[in-house]
C-alpha cells in the first residue's frame, strides 16, 4: 500500500501563492497517472491539475495559466504550484496516484483563499 502525503495548505489572500507537495513512500509517480484533485463541501471532487508518466499535463479551465503540475522523481514528490488564488479555489485538495491495478488518494489538505 503506497502512502501519499500531502502538504502545503493554509490560508491565503486572493492573488496569493501557494504550492503543495505530494510525497509518496514509494518510487511511483514516474509510471503513474497523478493528479490533483478538489472538494468544495457539497460539491463533487473535481480533476485541477494531472501529470502523467511521460510527463504530459492537463489543467481544469478554471485554473489554466494559474497552476502549475510537476514532478520530482527523485523525491517521490508532485507538486501543484497555485498563483493568482480566487476565493473559488478554496477547497481540499487530494493527490490521486493511478496505475492499471492500483488507485491511491492521500488525506488531503486545506485551503482556504479569504481576505
Known amino acids: 500500500q503506497v502512502q501519499l502525503v500531502e502538504s502545503g495548505g493554509g490560508l491565503v489572500q486572493p492573488g496569493g501563492s501557494l504550492r503543495l507537495s505530494c510525497a509518496a513512500s514509494e518510487s511511483i509517480f514516474s509510471i503513474s497517472l497523478v493528479g490533483w484533485y478538489r472538494q468544495c463541501p457539497g460539491k463533487q471532487r473535481e480533476l485541477v491539475a494531472a501529470i502523467r508518466s511521460g510527463g504530459s499535463t492537463n489543467y481544469a479551465d478554471s485554473v489554466k495559466g494559474r497552476f502549475s503540475i510537476s514532478r520530482d522523481n527523485a523525491k517521490n514528490t508532485v507538486y501543484l504550484q497555485m498563483n493568482s488564488l480566487k476565493p473559488e479555489d478554496t477547497a481540499v485538495y487530494y493527490c490521486?496516484?493511478?496505475?492499471?491495478?492500483?488507485?491511491?488518494w492521500g488525506q488531503g489538505t486545506q485551503v482556504t483563499v479569504s481576505s
Open positions: 490521486n496516484v493511478m496505475g492499471t491495478i492500483y488507485n491511491y
